[in-house]
């Protein structure tokens, strides 16, 4: 059974930072892109970040570049995100989602439930 479980939200200060988690069983991480996606309260769905299985690329949304890294640990089962100078605008649930492909393009089918994040002083 593919399941995908998101962990590490939480409430944190602007300026600070958070390392998501997700964990991945049910089918072998090293052959397939994992995608990082955020949805905030009245907001569409919007793509953070993706690390690719084939060659290891990312990518990243302008509004989180330099401020967001996306690493994999296959032998973990387990793609990372993790956030510094977080802003207020920051706030969302976030979800992983995998396509089951090596490169990041194309539909996500398979999704976690989500870890919130909430940026506020």
């Known amino acids: 059974q593919v399941q995908l479980v998101e962990s590490g939200g939480g409430l944190v200060q602007p300026g600070g930072s958070l390392r998501l988690s997700c964990v991945v069983s049910?089918?072998?991480?090293?052959?397939?892109?994992i995608g990082w996606f955020r949805q905030a309260p009245g907001k569409e769905r919007e793509g953070v970040s993706c690390?690719?299985?084939?060659?290891?690329?990312?990518y990243y949304a302008d509004s989180v570049k330099g401020r967001f890294t996306i690493s994999r640990d296959n032998a973990k089962n387990t793609v990372y995100l993790q956030m510094n100078s977080l802003k207020p605008e920051d706030t969302a649930v976030y979800y992983c989602?995998?396509?089951?492909?090596?490169?990041?393009?194309?539909?996500?089918?398979?999704w976690g439930q989500g870890t919130q994040v909430t940026v506020s002083s």
């Open positions: 989602a995998t396509n089951f492909m090596g490169s990041c393009k194309g539909g996500y089918d398979y």
């Open positions: 049910g089918f072998t991480l090293d052959y397939y892109a």
């Open positions: 690390i690719s299985s084939s060659d290891g690329s990312t």
